[in-house]
């Protein structure tokens, strides 16, 4: 069901939902929290793709705030909002309401959001580009208890990871840093599955490769490099994504290899070789998971400020004197333990 409202305001859409929700034979809210997605009309279209598809393992009322400020000082002047409500359908399993803000009210997108948010729910808000500075201090950002960004889609991701670390929050995260979950989950796996008696293997450096200016590359180096306190070498390969991860022990190399972006080749140590379905994920089952927990990531907080001094420094390490820390080729800069990072 579709209902469409021009020149309306947040309590006629409320109003709207209501009579979705009783024409459709469901009266009861039943959606576990609201999604916020801020974009404009070149991307809202893929952007809610995603979330519906999410919203089948989250019930979610998903809002999408489209600003159209305009371009002439006429349409700037003017402050309309227009909305469209669906239910059912493509809408996934809760309910969506496109928002669309003309003129001055783009400017006051909080305002008309705050009413439609579902009461005593959690609230998350996603940016797929063009995030703000702080998202904390946005004021959007201010309504939610999780605000969801994406490094990959800026101009310059590394020097974005960079300033994400300088205004983090709790609740702040990346998909940038979602995309590396099934890496860190192997590699912890191939750290810890040791045969019984045996110690975890030390690990005495890793390197990362990936392709160019990609977000992941650089916060799954700054992992390593926090809970290993290692220096890591950080590598650009053809793609697509991370394509491989080795890390030295005094057993020899454990490598985790994917050269497809599908299928990843695990090899320990002592153990027979193994394959590994790594492939790369939808944004839809990024979203999925992080709408999982809505807690402060910590783990995505202690790497994005890890080593924040080097992010963007060359691949290469260079081998230091016994006794003194490694360091970068090109900027000097110490990349191992965890005082270099601080």
Not at 37 to 61: C, F, M, Q, W
Not at 177 to 204: C, E, F, H, N, Y
Not at 249 to 264: F, V
Request: charged share 25%.
């Amino acid at each position: 069901m579709n209902i469409d409202l021009t020149h309306t305001t947040s309590g006629q859409v409320n109003a709207a939902l209501v009579k979705a929700r009783r024409a459709a034979g469901f009266p009861a809210v039943g959606m576990v929290l609201t999604l916020v997605i801020v974009t404009d009309e070149g991307n809202h279209y893929d952007a809610l793709k995603a979330a519906s598809d999410a919203s089948r393992e989250h019930p979610s009322r998903i809002l999408v705030v489209i600003r159209r400020p305009g371009r002439s000082p006429r349409d700037r002047a003017q402050a309309r909002l227009d909305a469209e409500v669906r239910l059912g359908g493509e809408s996934g399993t809760g309910e969506t309401v496109l928002l669309r803000l003309h003129g001055e009210l783009a400017g006051h997108a909080s305002s008309v959001v705050l009413p439609l948010l579902l009461p005593d729910a959690p609230v998350v808000v996603w940016w797929p580009e063009d995030a703000p500075s702080s998202p904390a201090a946005d004021l959007l950002g201010t309504l939610a208890q999780r605000r969801i960004t994406d490094s990959a889609a800026a101009e310059d991701p590394v020097a974005t990871l960079a300033h994400r670390a300088q205004t983090y929050a709790p609740g702040d995260t990346d998909l940038a840093w979602t995309r590396i979950t099934p890496w860190r989950s192997v590699l912890a796996a191939a750290l810890d599955q040791q045969p019984l008696g045996r110690q975890r293997p030390r690990v005495t450096a890793a390197v990362v490769e990936g392709e160019e200016y990609n977000p992941s590359t650089e916060l799954l180096a700054l992992w390593l490099a926090d809970r290993l306190g290692v220096p890591v070498e950080r590598k650009v390969s053809e793609g697509p994504g991370i394509t491989a991860v080795r890390l030295a022990t005094p057993d020899g190399e454990i490598c985790l290899d994917r050269p497809d972006g599908r299928l990843a080749a695990l090899a320990v140590p002592g153990q027979p070789d193994r394959h590994v379905a790594l492939h790369r994920r939808s944004t839809a089952e990024l979203i999925a998971e992080e709408l999982r927990r809505l807690d402060p990531d910590e783990a995505y907080h202690h790497a994005l400020c890890h080593g924040l001094e080097n992010l963007g420094a060359p691949a290469a390490v260079q081998a230091a004197p016994s006794g003194e820390p490694a360091r970068s080729k090109r900027s000097g800069k110490s990349t191992t333990g965890k005082a270099a990072a601080r």
